[in-house]
């Protein structure tokens, strides 16, 4: 090939690299390991200014023998991060926090998605922007703590950027019975 040939096609080339660059979002959040667990697509929503709660979801993938269990957290933007699942009980949807933790068996994921677990991030020191991240300390039973960095989404986004998490929110139009401590 020639000189004159080469440079023709190096410009559009790295035209279209620069581009692409600029453009290009992660496919999906960092994936982080800790013994056995394997964390991965941690994505929270971005809230309003004055709100006091956020939540945070992610998969959790026991890769060992033995089941581990996710205990709580903790995070600078939070005054409390705690474990919460959201369940439909005589036709209201109520949340609360799991007692004792919440089991990852082994060989298997457990996802933590809107309606469902999730992280509780209580007594936001400010709120959560769309574009930014939230670092989140993860305290699991047995593999210990580990540091997590949540990608904020939209404000109603129902699952990362990336599109890897397919869950629907229960109708919202259903009564939303919540603990005294979940002050919107």
Known sequence: MSNRLLCAFRLPILALLAVTAICARPASAQ???????????AWTRATPGGAKVGGGYLTIENKGATPDKLIGGSSPA??????????????????????????????QSVTLAPGGYHIMMMELKGPLKEGGKVPVTLKFEKAG??????????????????????????SMQQ????????KM
């Open 78 to 107: 939070a005054g409390r991060v705690e474990v919460h699942e959201m369940a439909m009980k005589n036709g209201v949807m109520t949340m609360r926090p799991v007692e004792g933790g919440l089991s990852i068996p082994p060989g």
């Open 31 to 41: 994936q982080v390991k800790i013994g056995d667990l394997v964390l991965d697509h």
């Open 145 to 170: 703590e580990v540091n997590v960095t949540f990608e904020i989404e939209g404000i109603g986004a129902m699952a990362p950027a990336s599109g890897q998490m397919d869950h629907e929110m229960p």
């Open 175 to 182: 009564r939303m019975k919540m603990n005294s401590d979940h």
